[in-house]
């Protein structure tokens, strides 16, 4: 007597889960960036981390003056996002014409970028590195990109927020910041004529609410 042939198992079945954005706080500048931030899913961060070698431009650890500089850069960002601004840091790591921004702010300049830091202490009661990763270290271009998850605690409120990002430094000759992108989830800050227009008005609108410490 024939039996009839065992049937082939079904194929495996794969889903697939789009990835999704945190909501943000109604807080207009640099603190709202922080507190809007988005998910990025990637590589486990470590304080540790050393820098990839993707490329024949990556930064060599041995040349000390320059790993020295990118080190005291890491150190000040670390200083700012953990609400913790001051006017040294500007002087030693920021050029005066740099420009900052992410999906909520473009700031174009020390009398717009410095009041939005020095705005987050007053908002946040307290803010924790929880990790960092040194994704790329290049000479050409000078350039610094990592990530960071980041947890605000809002003042008053007490509520958290953990934030992911990705950040793009671009350094001039001297090793000090032009420009500065923090990059929710790894996204490009939005470019349309609308977005733009609302980030510029952020920029301007906290210096006239944010007095700087003297020096």
């Known amino acids: 007597m024939s039996y009839p042939p065992p049937r082939s198992p079904s194929p495996p079945t794969i889903t697939h889960h789009p990835a999704g954005l945190l909501g943000s706080f109604p807080i207009p500048n640099i603190a709202q960036s922080a507190a809007g931030g988005a998910h990025y899913s990637g590589a486990p961060m470590t304080e540790a981390a050393q820098p990839r070698s993707s490329s024949g431009n990556t930064l060599c650890l041995e040349d000390d ?6 080190q005291q850069i890491m150190r000040d960002l670390k200083e700012l996002y953990c609400c913790r601004p001051t006017r040294e840091i500007f002087e030693r790591t920021w050029r005066r014409d740099a420009v900052f921004e992410d999906p909520l702010t473009k700031c174009q300049g020390f009398d717009q970028y410095a009041p939005q830091w020095f705005a987050m202490p007053k908002l946040f009661s307290k803010s924790e590195t929880i990790s960092s990763r040194i994704m790329a270290s290049t000479q050409s ?3 610094l990109v990592y990530s960071q998850t980041q947890e605000y605690t809002l003042r008053y409120i ?3 927020k953990r934030i992911e990002s990705i950040i793009l430094v671009d350094l001039d000759e001297d090793d000090k910041i032009m420009r500065m992108a923090d990059q929710w989830g790894g996204n490009t800050p939005p470019a349309w004529f609308g977005a733009n227009f609302l980030r510029r008005a952020n920029a301007r609108v906290t210096p006239w609410f944010m007095r700087l410490p003297k020096q």
Do not use: E, V
């Open 65 to 70: 003056k320059a790993h020295l500089n990118r």
């Open 141 to 143: 271009p000078n350039r």
């Open 158 to 160: 007490g509520s958290k």
